[in-house]
Each structure stands twice: as C-alpha cells, then as structure tokens.
C-alpha cells in the first residue's frame, strides 16, 4: 500500500526494516526497491525502512535525501561522522518503532526476499528469527575462518551462541526493549540475542556475492568485532591466563630441579651452555605478552563501557 493512502488511523501492525550504511550509493536504491517489493506480499502490515548512513563519501547521502523524498515509508538517520559497523546499526534498531524490526545489511548479501519467512515464524511465536548462512558464493576462505571462530566462540560463551548467524533477521518487540535498557556503548549483538534466552526459529540460507561496491571490512574491524565476542560473553581467557601461568611456572620449576641435579651429577661432563637459557628467556616472554594482550583487551572493554559515549551522534533525520 502506497504512503498516500496510510492515515494515522491504519490499525494495521508495523514492521520495521532497520539497514546500516557505508558508501553504498550502488546498493541503497535496489535494495529499498526490493523491500518495497517484498511488502506488496504482505498488505496486513504498514511498514517503514530505517536506513542509518555511517557519513557516506561517495554520494549515498544525495541517495538517501531522494529516497526519502519520493516515499514516505523511508526514514533516514545520517551520522556526523563513521561511528563504525558496531554502534551505528544499533542506534537504527533502537529508533524503530514497529511490533517487529528485521535487520539487515545494505549491501544485498542479505537477501530481502526472506522477510516473508521471518514474519511467518514470528508469527508463530518466535521472539527472534535468525538467518544462518549454510554456505557463501564466491571466495570461501572467510567463510571457512568465520566458521572456526564461531566454534571457538561457542566453547568459551556462558550462554548458547549462533554460528553463522550475522543480525541478519527479525526481532520482536520485546527484544528490542531489552536491547535499550542495556545501554550498552560499544554491544555485540549477535551475543545479546544469545543471552536473551527467548524463543528464536532459524532460517538458512546461502548468502549470495556481493555484486556491486567492495567489502567494508578489513582485518581491523573483523577483529574488533571477534575480540567484542570474547570479551563481553566469556571470562574463559582470564581463567585461561591464570592456569596456564601455574602450569609454565610449575614446569619452569621442574625443568630447573632436573638441570640442577644432572649437573651436580655430572659436573665436568654436562656444560649447561646459554641455549635453554635463551629459548626459555623468549618463549616465557611471548607466553606473558600474548596473555598481557587478553587482559590488555578486557581492560578496553571495561574502558568502553565506563566512559559510556552514545552510540551515534546523529547530524540529521528525514521521515522521522
């Protein structure tokens, strides 16, 4: 149904679609046309698109301002600067208002097309419908990394975590509340839902290419966003750190006794040499800087949260 027919009285429930973006100039518009699509197959909901732009260099804003202007269910949220890919997709979730937000990315790996699906669990009674990936088109080797580190995230969690499970999909109501009364400044997502303990439904499926505009991530923010898994939902490492340092100390202890012993047996036979001096110098100095690193990591998130910036600062809204 168009905007123009939409009068405040429409008792029809609301769906939000909640997309984050950064240079996408190539993606944005198909992909408000294809939800506006997806809609037409679903007339017992109004629905509105929330689109948050991380300061756009390539003409995205222009975009967005057009899109706006020309349909009313698209509300425009433009930061004043990059807050980056953690705070500023969150700030959109918690500006929705519909009975239900499905979060998705701009760059048309997500697939629109799938929010009948969603809506259709929620329906049924799930407080959260996730999207998992079974697979990934084209080069498969982050995939595969992604993969492992799911796992490794889902042994060290306190709570049951999602493997290949990105935001992509719909939360209710209720869940998005819960996210607001966090007030988290800096939160890893994927791990609240976790943490929730609601009812969730998955959907698979196979993420298609990119086909326009380059990837935004880097090695930087795949592993910001890897080290926020760790940190907020498990002290496993902490724990780690201490049992390995009483485990090195108690071998140190032992290795020690037994070259003193040899060498009083066999004192002119046996030159101790400075070669287990040098490999045990540098292998205890590594074992201390990878675990000073960890605690190095935990200190930065207790940082994070006791500074307790906004999320965004927004520079302006449209629609809203």
């Known amino acids: ?27 944005i518009g198909e992909l408000v046309e294809r939800v506006e699509s997806v809609f037409t197959s679903l007339p017992q909901y109004r629905h509105e698109i929330v689109i948050i732009d991380n300061a756009s260099t390539d003409g995205t804003q222009d975009i ?17 600067r990059n807050f980056g890919h953690i705070r500023s997709p969150f700030h959109g979730l918690l500006q929705a208002d519909g009975a239900a937000v499905i979060c998705m990315a701009s760059d048309l790996q997500d697939p629109p097309e799938m929010i009948p699906q969603f809506v259709a669990a929620w329906e049924g009674g799930a407080k959260a419908v996730l999207a998992i990936k079974d ?33 992509f999909g719909l939360y209710d109501r209720q869940v998005v509340d819960y996210c607001r009364s966090l007030q988290d400044p800096y939160p890893y997502f994927r791990g609240i839902i976790a943490e929730t303990g609601l009812p969730t439904a998955e959907v698979h499926y196979q993420q298609p290419a990119r086909k326009r505009g380059i990837t935004k991530n880097n090695f930087y923010t ?4 890897a080290m926020l898994g ?27 006794g037994v070259y ?6 066999f004192w002119q036979q046996f030159p101790v040499g400075t070669a287990p001096l040098v490999i045990g110098l540098f292998f205890f100095a590594s074992v201390q800087l990878f675990f000073i690193g960890i605690l190095g990591e935990y200190i ?21």
């Open 1 to 27: 149904m168009s905007a123009e027919f939409e009068t405040p009285s429409d008792a029809r429930p609301l769906l939000s679609v909640v997309t984050g973006c950064f240079n996408e100039a190539e993606s």
């Open 300 to 320: 930065g998130s207790i940082h994070t949260q006791v500074l307790k910036r906004p999320l965004v600062v927004e520079k302006e809204r449209i629609n809203f």
């Open 135 to 167: 697979s990934t088109e084209g080069v498969g080797i982050f995939f595969v990394l992604r993969k492992l580190y799911y796992r490794i995230v889902e042994h060290l969690a306190d709570a049951r975590t999602f493997q290949n499970f990105t935001g």
């Open 64 to 80: 967005l301002r057009r899109l706006a202007g020309s349909n009313r269910h698209v509300k425009v949220i433009l930061n004043a």
């Open 222 to 225: 795949l592993y910001d966003l």
């Open 230 to 256: 760790i940190t907020s939902h498990s002290k496993i490492p902490l724990r780690l750190a201490t049992m390995s340092g009483f485990l090195v100390s108690l071998v140190s202890l032992v290795v020690g």
């Open 260 to 265: 003193l012993v040899y060498k009083l047996l």
